[in-house]
């Protein structure tokens, strides 16, 4: 059982940033890992995706304005986000896979006043 809390959410001015941060009960360090957000009346999607190689890949609306890392201890992963815009403001999730398993926090809260 994995259990993740994010934070790091909060209300921003479009044009500004956020870093947001996932923190893991066990190593994460090896494992796929993700944040996806879900909008008011929209469905959860996918937003940056990180490999256990390290390897990521980001949804085509944030490619070059959110980057994720993982943190040099290791049960750490953030998004940071720069850049942002109104259409960002979401709920946004981490998300780990685990021998087949999906994982996932509670979700914190992004919203981006224009």
């Known amino acids: 059982q994995v259990t993740l809390v994010e934070s790091g959410g909060g209300l921003v001015q479009a044009g500004g940033s956020l870093r947001l941060s996932c923190a893991a009960s066990e190593t994460i360090f090896n494992i796929p890992m993700g944040w996806y957000r879900q909008a008011p009346g929209k469905q959860r999607e996918l937003v940056a995706a990180i490999s256990s190689g390290g390897s990521t890949n980001y949804a085509d609306s944030v490619k070059g304005r959110f980057t994720i890392s993982r943190g040099n201890a290791k049960n750490t992963v953030y998004l940071q986000m720069n850049s942002l815009e109104p259409e960002d403001t979401a709920v946004y999730y981490c998300?780990?896979?685990?021998?087949?398993?999906?994982?996932w926090g509670k979700g914190t809260l992004v919203t981006v006043s224009s």
């Open positions: 998300n780990a896979i685990r021998l087949g398993k999906d994982y």
